[in-house]
């Protein structure tokens, strides 16, 4: 393991080329090999760890075992001119759900407004990388998701009902940086505590209950699918200990992503198929409503105006932070400093890349 | 005021006879009155005090004040096959709002989805009545509004910033009731705190802080323009005291609502016209992703087996409940039992009908 640490404060390009080489070997063809990998250190480089190259390790046991198909490519199996029903064939989630924004944009810029769902899709890591994916292009984008594995519990209740189920929606700004709201509607994305379970790390309390509902800061109290290994705690939904509210966006969200989408939902009991991601996309063209530059300005003065308010002298940040402001400084930081990988972590790739054949050092 | 205490505690019918002929009185058409007085009886009906017929003297000052033109009706002035942008004119928000779910539902007839948008909107009252018109049309009905005028501090922050900025989202099910989302993105509703701030009851812990910061069970800390007449307190975000997730809801809304139909923002400063909602609807026709019927029964089941879910013993309600089901609880209880309304607000009521001049046992 020591002459790979060198390649662990690296850049992450050569994080990539690694996770590339990866993908590659297990046979997965390069375009998505790429993009896979994009993706993940992306994820990893706007802070969210949770959602980042810890899935290189996860993704080559679920091509093993046939849950990703690599060789297959999402198929758009119905249309409108501002609909499309995509079957992803259990292809990479990636491919997916970049297809599902491909699509849902180019409607939207015929139609002003688009709604683009797809099923038989498979992980698709951090939702915000889509949902930009429509900014760019000046488009206000919506991504819901639902997550068929159950972890979170229904408020009030005391069994696992539903996945992390997560949203994002992302609005472009003039000179300011876009708007990004991009969160699990659980108290966190569960990857949050297979990190800290994988470390030992406590967790803040309102995050999980354990088995027999007492609130707790043991992230082994807790066990999911990708990674933490503890007993069969509960996920809150997030803002649980004061509200229905989280729970309501809850359940919205497996309607939209499990049932609507003709995606898996935990309702459907022994037949699920646990990793899937039932997803709706929703594309709003902004010209359809105000000027663009008018609507840019405007988005800039309220960015401007938010962030000058004043700061609750206990808040650990300093200041009111625009959402998606979290992600864009730790990406100037983690592009200056390196990213941090914990040493379970750094071990299971580098396992990984020996057991391919891969020299680590000069990934292929 | 003892003439009329028959009436408080009689029938919805006779409560709406009465509203209706105030705003008749006041010089508003009768489909509009009739409208205005329906939303406002139903949203009493179903638990929401909050946006109930409190707002039948509110409104009454605001046409006096000339805030609501009671002659003008709202006009799309801007569409495509599937958006449209409508200039309220200051008529009742009643009016335009159920305008523009009427104009989204027809367009997604045609169109599969749609969105609308509407400024130059008064206020709207409770949104899920505008939501169930797509429900009751086998749709998905999605509605954002913002509420200029700013009581909701930002996570972390310590001044005034957002309104309430409500969502809500209706589902439509096959035996099972409609799924219905329907919230403020601050804790609550701030007409919650003015109906206990009329009473003098105590409010829990998590909706506000007082002026300096700190937790307040006083409603009188607060004071809002529609009822609560305290101190400049701050409504929270929902869940804010574990997560910043219900203050991305706020400026999200913020967004859909104020900057991208054109409506007011709290960010306008002083040109902002504080009683306005900015609104934005978006209308999924099911069909262009599953047939119909498939998704009522699969909504059907999700219920049930949500609904028969294990449950927290200390849970107050003693069992899951599907959002929405509260307020069909309360309805069928209120068309039993009569409407509930505190002595102030009876007392202002009956002091308007006899100031316009009606017989409050016999109104006209």
Same mark, same amino acid.
């Given at each position: 393991l020591n002459e790979c640490e060198k390649l662990r404060n690296s850049s992450p390009a050569e994080l990539r080329k690694l996770g590339v080489s990866i993908f590659k070997h297990l046979g997965a063809p390069r375009d998505y090999s790429e993009l896979v990998v994009d993706m993940l250190v992306e994820a990893s480089l706007v802070g969210h760890g949770s959602h980042g190259i810890r899935y290189i390790p996860i993704y080559a046991e679920r091509i093993k075992k046939g849950i990703?198909?690599?060789?297959?490519?999402?198929?758009?199996?119905?249309? #409108?001119?501002?609909? /499309?029903?995509? *079957?992803?064939?259990?292809?990479?989630?990636?491919?997916? !759900?970049?297809?599902?924004?491909?699509?849902?944009?180019?409607?939207?810029?015929?139609?002003?407004?688009?709604?683009?769902?797809a099923?038989?899709?498979?992980?698709?890591?951090?939702?915000?990388?889509? #949902?930009?994916?429509? /900014?760019?292009? *000046?488009?206000?984008?919506?991504?819901?998701?639902?997550? !068929?594995?159950?972890?979170?519990?229904?408020?009030?209740g005391a069994s696992r009902v539903f996945g992390t189920n997560p949203i994002s929606v992302a609005v472009p700004a003039g000179e300011m940086?876009?708007?990004?709201?991009?969160?699990?509607?659980?108290?966190?994305a569960e990857g949050k505590i297979g990190l800290s379970a994988m470390t030992g790390a406590k967790i803040p309390l309102g995050w999980i209950v354990d088995k027999e509902g007492h609130e707790t800061d043991n992230p082994l109290d807790?066990?999911?699918?990708?990674?933490?290994?503890?007993?069969?705690?509960?996920?809150?939904?997030?803002g649980s200990r004061d509200s229905h509210k989280g729970y309501c966006l809850s359940i919205l969200m497996e309607i939209l992503g499990g049932l609507l989408t003709g995606a898996g939902s935990f309702v459907d009991g022994e037949n699920v198929h646990s990793y899937e991601n039932g997803i709706l996309a929703i594309v709003l063209d902004i010209e359809a409503f105000t000027p663009l530059d008018t609507f840019k300005k405007r988005i800039d003065s309220l960015f401007r105006k938010v962030h000058t308010e004043p700061v609750d002298?206990?808040?650990?940040?300093?200041?009111?932070?625009?959402?998606?402001?979290?992600?864009?400084?730790?990406r100037e930081k983690h592009l200056r400093e390196g990213i941090e990988i914990s040493d379970p972590l750094w071990e299971q790739i580098v396992n990984l890349a020996q057991e391919l054949g891969i020299d680590t050092t000069h990934p292929d």
């Open positions: 990703i198909d690599i060789k297959s490519r999402p198929e758009v199996i119905r249309e #409108t001119p501002s609909t /499309a029903h995509i *079957d992803g064939h259990w292809a990479f989630g990636q491919a997916t !759900a970049k297809k599902t924004f491909e699509v849902a944009i180019e409607k939207a810029k015929r139609s002003s407004v688009s709604a683009v769902a099923f038989h899709c498979n992980h698709i890591g951090r939702l915000g990388a889509y #949902t930009m994916m429509a /900014a760019k292009n *000046d488009m206000i984008g919506i991504l819901t998701a639902n997550v !068929a594995h159950p972890i979170v519990q229904p408020f009030g940086k876009p708007f990004l709201l991009d969160f699990a509607t659980s108290a966190v807790f066990s999911t699918p990708t990674g933490a290994v503890g007993e069969d705690g509960r996920l809150l939904s997030f002298p206990q808040f650990e940040h300093g200041e009111v932070q625009i959402p998606g402001e979290f992600e864009w400084r730790n």
